[in-house]
């Protein structure tokens, strides 16, 4: 799976440095920003401002980068609206949401700067489990497939159906989220029964 544009971003400073470089300085902002404190003050410039320069200097797209961020909200915001109930409330609820973004905003730099399997090889080089390698170098390999999978059941779908009311809308992607569900492990039962006739332990 490459992104378009994929020769042309190998220009920039950040996709020449080392993959181990980048990886040790994405998780020390994604700490820093986590220890910042739990209500938003001046001191959440820092990583913003580093976040920001980095992404300037990698030339990631702007539409590229909110796509993704809008994505990461149905999760994000999920997580601030627990912090909301708390009883410090709605500082907590915007130190959640900034540090959240920030923290997804430093994981977007590191993988557009940093093909996937460099990225695995840093994280090899680090000792990390093998299986824990294994299986996101499997998850890799096979979202595209799972995406396509769920793109033609999609389309046999709406070659079906003719009515256009939300609920019925909601209940055929209840049932192919199902279905996916059902083939994916199918899928990966396949595979795993293939790797173990291949001597894969």
């Not at 003050?41 to 590229?64: E, I, K």
């Not at 730099?109 to 093998?130: C, D, G, M, S």
């Amino acid at each position: 799976m490459h992104l378009p544009g994929t020769e042309s971003r190998r220009r920039t400073l950040l996709h020449r440095a080392w993959p181990r470089l980048k990886l040790a300085a994405a998780l020390v902002i994604i700490a820093g920003t986590a220890l910042l404190p739990r209500r938003p003050d001046a001191l959440y410039l820092v990583p913003a401002a580093v976040l920001a320069g980095l992404w300037l200097v990698c030339r990631m797209p702007l539409l590229y980068t909110l796509r993704r961020l809008l994505v990461a909200q149905v999760f994000i915001l999920g997580i601030a609206v627990l912090a909301l109930l708390s009883p410090a409330g709605r500082p907590v609820f915007l130190a959640t949401l900034a540090k959240s973004n920030l923290c997804i905003l430093a994981l977007l730099v590191l993988t557009w700067t940093t093909p996937f399997p460099e990225l695995l090889q840093a994280l090899r080089r680090l000792r990390l489990p093998p299986v824990m390698l294994t299986t996101l170098a499997l998850m890799y390999r096979y979202l595209p497939v799972l995406a396509e999978e769920a793109r033609r059941m999609e389309r046999a779908r709406a070659s079906r159906t003719f009515s256009r009311k939300r609920r019925s809308g909601w209940q055929n992607l209840g049932a192919i989220i199902g279905h996916l569900f059902v083939r994916t492990a199918d899928r990966a039962e396949r595979i795993y029964l293939a790797m173990c006739a291949r001597g894969w332990k």
